[in-house]
């Protein structure tokens, strides 16, 4: 290597952004990687279909899906459905919260309780919720109630241990500050304890939001309650592969929003505490 | 003398503490024996039937047809999603540029619920155990590739230049620098997987198969032979709760060192 | 074994006054500029600086004079935006193979899913050197630094000062031909400070390696140093290069009461204070 080109190689940056660009140029190229990434995945997708290497009449293509979408979204059923999914996932999700959080405050708080209730507990979480499927139906048939039964006996879970784990993370020098300065017990609750377990618990409000939404749209596909999850089963049975594919990948949609939703109130929320918080699944 | 009533004390605070853990679980199955005993409730039998049921027929009858089956889709799925999972997960985190910009197909791809590809699945693949084990895969892959991903960009950076200064490359760098300093996050990825797995190994029995546990708790119900039914739903209890302890011991061994750590630091 | 570390000849007279002649690192205009939000910065301006085989250099300057670039770019780690960084006449472009490097933060320079002696293997094994001679190297060197019986604790088990023992026993496994240390006794206590200071005089009298020690504490750069390099601020240059004239083997106690002791310090303060002042 010649002098000259030592001066021109460039500089392998320790926390330096390539020379002769700015923070909104890279913003902005990174957003185009990732465009391209999904142009490149659609794309490989349609070829797939198109070409005959995945089967047409199990998979539909990205056109075939979007051609479906447009009709479809005019159609009330569509929107029932949809609806139906919606309403059975939320007041699942609002029933176990209810019922999870304060249980699990309690249980994570009282050493005893903690004791009384370990064991089941973990027992009792470890039974898929879907496994629950063929006793709801025999309870409740086909109905709405058996997709709220599932979604609560699923999703209460992520939220109870979260919750548990969360009253054992509140930091024991901020405990001896409390009691330095004699908090009695409800400041305590709601000064020190809610808010250290707070981001533990959002995060299982937020597991337990992904959770009981495919509990919501497994409810629907094998038990027959109204809902995305029915409408695949139907549309499959009627042969319309890209109808159903169209409610599939509004599934994914819903959840997608749901999570991003989510965790910006959750960032919003508890903007203080992020700077402790670790990033994870 | 104390010494003696010191080992007193501790030995009695932990048979105290497994007595405590112990009530509740105990006292439930009695309570449910003793309140099920005479009932007629078709939905509801009561507890002797069901574990007679759950002896006769599931242990033994269904052991190798179902159970079996069931387990060895569900190992050969976790273990494929494994190598796969981590293999691309440690290829994408050591790229981060590649892995923002294939970030929203991934994370488009982990929302879709697999409940909702089983009827596709079932009309591409069949309804052999390909489209069982694919579905599996399919549902734990993920959790295990992004937190590769994830473990394996917040590698501390004085980790890398260490390795870089004693010139430690290639394979041997990725098996003792890299997947150690990521296996705490890996094996979190793994434990959400094997739940994760646990589920679709069930759901993806209800339908379009002819055998495996999920199968034959749906079989029960439909010929109303409901004891068999419970007794089914009480086995996956058991299979989870197994595979969860012997999980827990996998990680006991292998995160032994962060375990260690992190006691030290908050002590 | 102990043999196999003993290399080259302890080191002499000759060498700790200077007079070794031969330039095992050289670092020629070497100049370095960091690319930011707000423009361009230049850290290291043109420095010119030749090692001697066997000698101890210490690099002192002011916070946020890019000490530890200047080391990182003589290491290997980075890439010098001009000049270059010569290692025995080789450029160096990457870590080279007869360098090593201790870092200041021992806990996140010592890879805490293996034990200390798997530590101090770690790089041996790498270069492919089969297991039963790692480990003997590794213990020998262990030995060294007075951690003989520490092998099989884990790194995190240690206090800070002998975590900083384990760093610099793997870098002395290694043999290399020079040993770079980046304030390596700044997050100790001080008691801990002044043993591990000993300890790398008596490991370069024992092996003959020569040292590049970055330093912001005038004190120890003196008290260790054959030369004590004084830096500007940024954009740094090497205000002036210090020959450390003080007697040879140093002692925490006799040696800082000398006279010439007061001097040098006084010296190299006045340096740097005055750099501050005139920014």
Same mark, same amino acid.
């Not at chain 1, 879907?130 to 599932?150: E, K, Q, S």
């Not at chain 2, 030995?11 to 679980?25: A, G, N, Q, S, V």
């Not at chain 2, 009695?30 to 002896?55: D, N």
């Not at chain 3, 002011?62 to 935006?81: E, F, I, V």
């Given at each position: 290597?010649?002098?000259?080109?030592?001066?021109?190689?460039?500089?392998?940056?320790?926390?330096?952004?390539?020379?002769?660009?700015?923070?909104?140029?890279?913003?902005?190229?990174?957003?185009?990687?990732?465009?391209?990434?999904?142009?490149?995945?659609?794309?490989?997708?349609?070829?797939?279909?198109?070409?005959?290497?995945?089967?047409?009449?199990?998979?539909?293509?990205?056109?075939?899906?979007?051609?479906?979408?447009?009709?479809?979204?005019?159609?009330?059923?569509?929107?029932?459905?949809?609806?139906?999914?919606?309403?059975?996932?939320?007041?699942?999700?609002?029933?176990?919260?209810?019922?999870?959080?304060?249980?699990?405050?309690?249980?994570?708080?009282?050493?005893?309780?903690?004791?009384?209730?370990?064991?089941?507990?973990?027992?009792?979480?470890?039974?898929?919720?879907?496994?629950?499927?063929?006793?709801?139906?025999?309870?409740?048939?086909?109905?709405?109630?058996?997709?709220?039964?599932?979604?609560?006996?699923?999703?209460?879970?992520?939220?109870?241990?979260?919750?548990?784990?969360?009253?054992?993370?509140?930091?024991?020098?901020?405990?001896?500050?409390?009691?330095?300065?004699?908090?009695?017990?409800?400041?305590?609750?709601?000064?020190?304890?809610?808010?250290?377990?707070?981001?533990?618990?959002?995060?299982?409000?937020?597991?337990?939001?992904?959770?009981?939404?495919?509990?919501?749209?497994?409810?629907?596909?094998?038990?027959?309650?109204?809902?995305?999850?029915?409408?695949?089963?139907?549309?499959?049975?009627?042969?319309?592969?890209?109808?159903?594919?169209?409610?599939?990948?509004?599934?994914?949609?819903?959840?997608?929003?749901?999570?991003?939703?989510?965790?910006?109130?959750?960032?919003?929320?508890?903007?203080?505490?992020?700077?402790?918080?670790?990033?994870?699944? | 003398?104390?010494?003696?009533?010191?080992?007193?004390?501790?030995?009695?605070?932990?048979?105290?503490?497994?007595?405590?853990?112990?009530?509740?679980?105990?006292?439930?199955?009695?309570?449910?024996?003793?309140?099920?005993?005479?009932?007629?409730?078709?939905?509801?039998?009561?507890?002797?039937?069901?574990?007679?049921?759950?002896?006769? %027929?599931?242990?033994?009858?269904?052991?190798?047809?179902?159970?079996?089956?069931?387990?060895?889709?569900?190992?050969?799925?976790?273990?494929?999603?494994?190598?796969? *999972?981590?293999?691309?997960?440690?290829?994408?985190?050591?790229?981060?540029?590649?892995?923002?910009?294939?970030?929203?197909?991934?994370?488009?791809?982990?929302?879709?619920?697999?409940?909702?590809?089983?009827?596709?699945?079932?009309?591409?693949? *069949?309804?052999?155990?390909?489209?069982?084990?694919?579905?599996?895969?399919?549902?734990?892959?993920?959790?295990?590739?992004?937190?590769?991903?994830?473990?394996?960009?917040?590698?501390?950076?004085?980790?890398?230049?260490?390795?870089?200064?004693?010139?430690?490359?290639?394979? *041997?760098?990725?098996?003792?620098?890299?997947?150690?300093?990521?296996?705490?996050?890996?094996?979190? *990825?793994?434990?959400?997987?094997?739940?994760?797995?646990?589920?679709?190994?069930? +759901?993806?029995?209800?339908?379009?198969? %002819?055998?495996?546990?999920? +199968?034959?708790?749906?079989?029960?119900?439909?010929?109303?032979?409901?004891?068999?039914?419970?007794?089914?739903?009480?086995?996956?209890?058991?299979?989870?709760?197994?595979?969860?302890?012997?999980?827990?011991?996998?990680?006991?061994?292998?995160?032994?060192?962060?375990?260690?750590?992190?006691?030290?630091?908050?002590? | 074994?102990?043999?196999?570390?003993?290399?080259?000849?302890?080191?002499?007279?000759?060498?700790?006054?200077?007079?070794?002649?031969?330039?095992?690192?050289?670092?020629?205009?070497?100049?370095?500029?960091?690319?930011?939000?707000?423009?361009?910065?230049?850290?290291?301006?043109?420095?010119?600086?030749?090692?001697?085989?066997?000698?101890?250099?210490?690099?002192?300057?002011?916070?946020?004079?890019?000490?530890?670039?200047?080391?990182?770019?003589?290491?290997?780690?980075?890439?010098?935006?001009?000049?270059?960084?010569?290692?025995?006449?080789?450029?160096?472009?990457?870590?080279?193979?007869?360098?090593?490097?201790?870092?200041?933060?021992?806990?996140?320079?010592?890879?805490?899913?293996?034990?200390? =002696?798997?530590?101090?293997?770690?790089?041996?094994?790498?270069?492919?050197?089969?297991?039963?001679?790692?480990?003997?190297?590794?213990?020998?060197?262990?030995?060294?630094?007075?951690?003989?019986?520490?092998?099989?604790?884990?790194?995190?088990?240690?206090?800070?000062?002998?975590?900083?023992?384990?760093?610099?026993?793997?870098?002395?496994?290694?043999?290399?031909?020079?040993?770079?240390?980046?304030?390596?006794?700044?997050?100790?206590?001080?008691?801990?400070?002044?043993?591990?200071?000993?300890?790398?005089?008596?490991?370069?009298?024992?092996?003959?390696?020569?040292?590049?020690?970055?330093?912001?504490?005038?004190? =120890?750069?003196?008290?260790?140093?054959?030369?004590?390099?004084?830096?500007?601020?940024?954009?740094?240059?090497?205000?002036?290069?210090?020959?450390?004239?003080?007697?040879?083997?140093?002692?925490?106690?006799?040696?800082?009461?000398?006279?010439?002791?007061?001097?040098?310090?006084?010296?190299?303060?006045?340096?740097?204070?005055?750099?501050?002042?005139?920014?």
């Amino acid at each position: 290597m010649t002098a000259t080109e030592i001066i021109n190689r460039p500089s392998a940056a320790v926390g330096g952004a390539p020379i002769g660009s700015s923070a909104l140029g890279l913003q902005l190229r990174r957003i185009a990687y990732a465009v391209a990434a999904i142009i490149v995945a659609l794309a490989a997708w349609q070829i797939g279909v198109d070409s005959g290497v995945v089967n047409r009449a199990a998979v539909a293509s990205p056109t075939d899906i979007a051609r479906a979408a447009g009709p479809l979204i005019t159609k009330n059923g569509f929107w029932s459905a949809v609806g139906a999914t919606v309403r059975s996932w939320s007041e699942g999700l609002a029933i176990s919260l209810l019922i999870a959080i304060p249980l699990g405050l309690l249980i994570g708080a009282s050493d005893l309780f903690y004791k009384l209730t370990r064991f089941s507990i973990d027992f009792l979480r470890t039974i898929p919720a879907v496994a629950l499927v063929p006793l709801a139906l025999l309870l409740y048939g086909a109905t709405d109630r058996m997709a709220l039964v599932l979604i609560v006996f699923g999703s209460v879970w992520p939220m109870l241990l979260q919750s548990m784990y969360g009253v054992h993370q509140v930091d024991p020098i901020a405990r001896d500050v409390a009691r330095a300065y004699r908090f009695r017990r409800r400041e305590r609750i709601f000064r020190l304890v809610l808010p250290s377990a707070s981001p533990f618990i959002a995060t299982g409000v937020r597991i337990a939001a992904t959770m009981s939404l495919l509990l919501a749209v497994g409810a629907e596909l094998f038990g027959g309650a109204p809902g995305i999850g029915n409408e695949i089963t139907v549309q499959q049975q009627t042969g319309n592969i890209p109808v159903m594919f169209v409610y599939v990948v509004v599934s994914a949609l819903l959840g997608l929003v749901v999570n991003l939703v989510l965790i910006n109130v959750e960032r919003r929320a508890l903007k203080w505490h992020s700077a402790e918080r670790s990033t994870s699944v | 003398m104390a010494f003696r009533r010191a080992i007193d004390f501790r030995l009695k605070t932990r048979l105290l503490t497994i007595f405590l853990e112990l009530i509740l679980p105990v006292g439930a199955v009695a309570a449910w024996w003793a309140l099920s005993a005479g009932s007629t409730s078709v939905y509801f039998p009561p507890l002797s039937q069901i574990v007679t049921a759950l002896r006769e %027929t599931w242990l033994f009858e269904h052991w190798s047809t179902d159970v079996f089956p069931s387990l060895e889709n569900l190992a050969l799925g976790f273990l494929v999603s494994c190598l796969v *999972g981590i293999g691309l997960g440690v290829l994408l985190g050591l790229l981060p540029i590649v892995a923002d910009a294939v970030a929203p197909v991934l994370e488009f791809l982990r929302a879709v619920p697999g409940v909702a590809l089983l009827p596709a699945a079932i009309l591409l693949l *069949g309804i052999g155990a390909e489209t069982r084990i694919s579905l599996i895969v399919f549902g734990t892959m993920w959790p295990i590739l992004l937190n590769t991903i994830d473990g394996v960009r917040a590698i501390d950076p004085m980790v890398r230049d260490v390795a870089e200064s004693y010139q430690i490359r290639g394979l *041997g760098w990725l098996r003792r620098i890299v997947l150690p300093a990521a296996s705490p996050q890996i094996v979190a *990825g793994m434990r959400t997987a094997l739940s994760v797995g646990i589920t679709v190994m069930v +759901f993806s029995e209800l339908s379009g198969t %002819t055998n495996g546990i999920g +199968f034959q708790i749906l079989s029960a119900q439909r010929s109303f032979a409901v004891p068999q039914m419970w007794a089914g739903m009480i086995l996956l209890g058991i299979i989870g709760y197994l595979l969860n302890i012997a999980f827990r011991g996998f990680e006991h061994v292998v995160l032994r060192w962060h375990r260690g750590m992190r006691q030290l630091a908050r002590s | 074994m102990y043999n196999s570390m003993v290399k080259r000849a302890p080191v002499t007279e000759d060498v700790v006054s200077g007079n070794a002649g031969e330039v095992v690192l050289a670092v020629r205009e070497l100049s370095k500029t960091y690319e930011t939000r707000a423009g361009r910065k230049l850290v290291l301006n043109s420095i010119d600086l030749d090692v001697h085989r066997g000698e101890f250099v210490c690099v002192v300057g002011p916070s946020g004079a890019g000490k530890t670039t200047l080391l990182r770019c003589m290491s290997g780690l980075l890439a010098p935006t001009a000049g270059q960084v010569l290692l025995d006449g080789e450029l160096v472009t990457r870590p080279p193979a007869k360098l090593a490097v201790v870092f200041q933060d021992y806990s996140r320079s010592l890879m805490p899913w293996m034990s200390v =002696e798997s530590n101090v293997m770690l790089p041996l094994r790498a270069k492919g050197m089969p297991g039963s001679q790692s480990r003997k190297l590794a213990n020998t060197s262990l030995e060294a630094v007075g951690l003989a019986d520490a092998g099989r604790q884990y790194p995190w088990q240690l206090s800070g000062g002998m975590q900083q023992r384990v760093a610099i026993a793997r870098a002395l496994a290694y043999e290399p031909e020079v040993l770079l240390m980046d304030e390596p006794f700044a997050s100790v206590d001080a008691q801990t400070r002044a043993d591990l200071e000993d300890l790398a005089l008596n490991l370069r009298a024992s092996f003959g390696v020569t040292v590049v020690l970055v330093t912001h504490d005038i004190d =120890e750069s003196v008290y260790l140093g054959d030369r004590v390099v004084v830096l500007s601020g940024s954009p740094t240059r090497i205000r002036d290069d210090v020959s450390v004239d003080l007697p040879s083997p140093r002692d925490q106690i006799e040696t800082k009461v000398l006279p010439r002791f007061a001097e040098l310090r006084k010296r190299i303060l006045q340096e740097i204070r005055s750099d501050r002042a005139s920014r």
